[in-house]
Each structure stands twice: as structure tokens, then as C-alpha cells.
């Protein structure tokens, strides 16, 4: 059956949605983006995925489409004309159509795209395996700090993991890892030490990766937040990765070097419970102060 999506103003059946050749979002990747993970029909870390888009559209100097109340009502809306309880929402705000030229248009017209996916978060096959993984150069733009759709470089790196028989793949950037092609990466070191990639223009700054942090450290979880290695990350007692789109997800293999033996291991499946169980938490909380 036919999803319900949202474009500019207007909820339609997906074979009906339409935008314009002349959007920069198709011609320049001049746009931005956010993905909200869907769990017992609410809406995770909603507030949080605002504030970097907002964030996202300042560094670009794109216009807001409207006021996060009327994002959260679109969304709200979605998942009841869809009745989608566990999966994704996708939004997406380009600078709006204009005559194709390298010079931004000085007052645009932004273009809001959004629409749903139903997916196994909870009960997903990769979380209880894990995952395998393969590194390669970080050839990207080094704004990744920003959520743009400039994302053909990481869809490459996805593909040729796959031809080789992995999952994904780990970008490194001068000898350490940055992150996954959609994803926060993570070691785990012997002591139980969580190490992952400082904050900075190299690397997205997670909404899961920010939850999944302050979760782990409140449960007594030491974290460090350092770069590091390909070796050290071969030689790690476990690792993994988190984003809106696997919650956290071990990794059991980096290279052909199995990780922990090659299973997930208890402090991954640790911060994973972890998650999810404050997440459906606050949305539960949330949606009683709402009635």
C-alpha cells in the first residue's frame, strides 16, 4: 500500500509527490537532513534532531521552512496517516528551486520533504549478530559536522563493503578512524573503557551518539571521547557503532580481524539495553504529560 508523504505544504500518496527539477537540493546537494528513529509510535530524541537541524541550517544560511511545533505536528501526522509504530522518519530541507548557477539565491524558498519507513529497531537481525566492517579512506568534504545529502561518498564506501562481504564501512582520516558511512563508531578497551571520536568538523555530531553517552555514563560506564586507531580498533575487546537507524549495533569484525571473538559482547549488549530502555522510557513519560 501506498505511503502517505509530505512535500511543501501538502500530504500525498507517494506515487503522487513531486518536486521541481530546479531544486538545489537535486542539483547541488544544497540540503540537509534528519532521520528520527520511531519506537511504540513515538517520536526519539525529536528535540534533540531540531536543534541540529536548525544548527545545520544556519551553517548553510538556509531559511527555517516553519517553527519545530508545526515539524512536530507534520511528523505526528505521518505516523497516523501511515500508522507506523516502529521504523523512521526521513526529513529534508533544501534551499528550494531556483535557475541553476554555482551563486546561492539571496532569499530562497526552501523546499520540506519528509516520509516514513517501517523498520525492525528493536528486533533487528544486525544488533544480534553484529556487524562486519571494512575501512577506507575518508574522501569526504570536511564539513561533516554538518547533516547534509552530499552523502555519495559514504553510499560508495557502504557499496564496496558489501562486494567484499561486509556490512560497512569505517573512514579514516591521517591514521584513526572518523566514523561509520551513516554512523557514530566506538571501540571498547579490555578495562571496559567506551572510546569514541571527539566532536569536531570531522565527524557528525550523533543524536544517538549524544543519548547513548549520557545514558552509558549515568549507568557507570567509563568513556573516553579520543580518536582512535585502525590497530587499536582491531585489537579492541569489542565495538560498535549507533544512529537513528540502528540504535547500537556491535561490530564483530574489522578488516577479517574478528572482534571479541567474534560475537557481540556484554558491554555493547549493555549499552544497547541501556537505550533503548531510557528511550522508551522518556517517550512513555512524555506521552502522559502530553494527555
Not at 23 to 47: K, M, N, P, W
Not at 193 to 219: F, P
Not at 235 to 245: G, K, R
Not at 264 to 288: F, K, Q
Amino acid at each position: 500500500m501506498s505511503r502517505t508523504v509530505y512535500v511543501n505544504g501538502q500530504y500525498l500518496p507517494e506515487t503522487e509527490a513531486t518536486l521541481s527539477i530546479f531544486d538545489r537540493g537535486i542539483l547541488f546537494a544544497d540540503a540537509v537532513y534528519e532521520v528520527t528513529a520511531v519506537l511504540d509510535g513515538g517520536l526519539v530524541d525529536f528535540d534533540a534532531h531540531m536543534r541540529r537541524l536548525a544548527r545545520s541550517l544556519g551553517e548553510l544560511d538556509i531559511p527555517a521552512p516553519c517553527s519545530d511545533e508545526t515539524l512536530l505536528e507534520i511528523h505526528r501526522e505521518l505516523l497516523r496517516r501511515n500508522g507506523l509504530r516502529e521504523g523512521l522518519i526521513y526529513l529534508q530541507v533544501s534551499r528550494g528551486a531556483a535557475e541553476r548557477d554555482f551563486l546561492m539565491p539571496d532569499e530562497p524558498t526552501p523546499s520540506l520533504v519528509l516520509f516514513t519507513q517501517e523498520k525492525a529497531l528493536l528486533e533487528s537481525p544486525t544488533a544480534k549478530r553484529g556487524i562486519r566492517v571494512i575501512t577506507v579512506p575518508d574522501q569526504r568534504w570536511r564539513r561533516c559536522d554538518i547533516k547534509t545529502t552530499q552523502l555519495l561518498y559514504p553510499s560508495m564506501a557502504k557499496t564496496e563493503a558489501v562486494r567484499h562481504g561486509a556490512d560497512d564501512a569505517w573512514m579514516v582520516h591521517e591514521g584513526t578512524v572518523t566514523e561509520g558511512t551513516s554512523n557514530n563508531a566506538y571501540i571498547v578497551e579490555p578495562d571496559g573503557t567506551v572510546v569514541t571520536r571527539q566532536l569536531s568538523e570531522a565527524i557528525l555530531h550523533g543524536i544517538t551518539r549524544s543519548a547513548v553517552l549520557a545514558y552509558a555514563r549515568e549507568a557507570g560506564v567509563p568513556i573516553r571521547e579520543r580518536a582512535f586507531t585502525v590497530a587499536e580498533a582491531k585489537q579492541a575487546a569489542e565495538a560498535f557503532i549507533t544512529s537513528a537507524t540502528s540504535l547500537v549495533t556491535p561490530v564483530i569484525n574489522i578488516d577479517g580481524h574478528d572482534i571479541g571473538g567474534g560475537t557481540p559482547g556484554p558491554v555493547v549488549r549493555r549499552i544497547r539495553e541501556l537505550y533503548i530502555e531510557e528511550s522508551r522510557r522518556r517517550l512513555l513519560a512524555a506521552d502522559h504529560r502530553s494527555r
